[in-house]
């Protein structure tokens, strides 16, 4: 059974740290996607990662890719109260079932000042 | 911007009811997804499409149907209603196949509420 494990699963940090959030696969995939989800909102795309050794940056958050490991950081970096959210990374199988992606449980943030 | 839309953000439907959820998006997209949202359980798939009247069972599919009469809208029926449906229901959208997709839009979602 493919499994996709995040951890942590909640996280509690001061402004100004860094901290990464870690996404383990269990199935061989080239294709990684992180999403942010605001509290009562839906779900939006945060970075694509498309190949081993990919490596996304926007703002405060970098993301990247070893499949060869079958795992992908988030990478916080002097975090923010906006930061605040729950992020979930997601596994595409594609291939037969058309593109099926398989979500982590999601790791909820919440950065304090 | 990829737009996907889903009919209600809320809705209160008693046991036993037909309750129709709607998605439409508005890119032209062939892929659509009906997942549900639990705390704990994070997103689980209940149905999805590649293309209009073809659809494929996901991980939780009992209890649920679908239909695809139009590449843009996919809508997700509960037949007869429970409380154990009650959650959070996304949908979401992407273009292509294989390596060629692109990553998965998502609608606002709806909260459903079984009383």
């Known amino acids: 059974e493919l499994k996709v494990e995040q951890n942590p699963l909640f996280l509690s940090m001061q402004e100004g740290k860094n901290y990464t959030i870690y996404c383990n696969y269990s199935?061989?995939?080239?294709?990684l996607y992180w999403y942010r989800q605001d509290p009562g909102k839906s779900l939006e795309s945060l970075f694509v990662?498309?190949?081993?050794?990919a490596v996304k940056q926007e703002g405060r958050l970098m993301a990247s890719l070893d499949t060869k490991a079958r795992l992908s950081t988030l990478h916080i970096t002097a975090a923010v109260h906006d930061l605040s959210a729950t992020y979930f990374c997601a596994v595409d199988i594609y291939g037969g079932s058309q593109g099926n992606l398989i979500f982590g449980k999601g790791t909820k943030l919440s950065v304090k000042p | 911007d990829v737009k996907v839309t889903q009919s209600s953000r809320y809705l209160v439907k008693r046991t036993g009811e037909k309750v129709f959820l709607e998605c439409v998006q508005d890119?032209?997209?062939?892929?659509m997804f009906w997942y549900r949202q639990d705390p704990g359980l994070g997103l689980r798939l209940i149905y999805f499409s590649y293309d209009v009247k073809m659809k494929e069972k996901g991980d939780i599919p009992e209890g649920y149907s679908v239909s695809r009469e139009k590449k843009e809208r996919f809508s997700l029926i509960l037949e007869s209603a429970s409380t154990n449906q009650t959650s959070m229901y996304l949908c979401?959208?992407?273009?292509?196949?294989?390596?060629?997709?692109?990553?998965?839009?998502f609608g606002q979602g709806t909260r459903l509420t079984v009383v």
């Open positions: 890119m032209d997209h062939e892929n």
């Open positions: 990662l498309l190949s081993n050794g």
């Open positions: 979401a959208s992407s273009l292509g196949s294989g390596r060629r997709q692109t990553e998965a839009f």
């Open positions: 199935t061989t995939s080239d294709r």
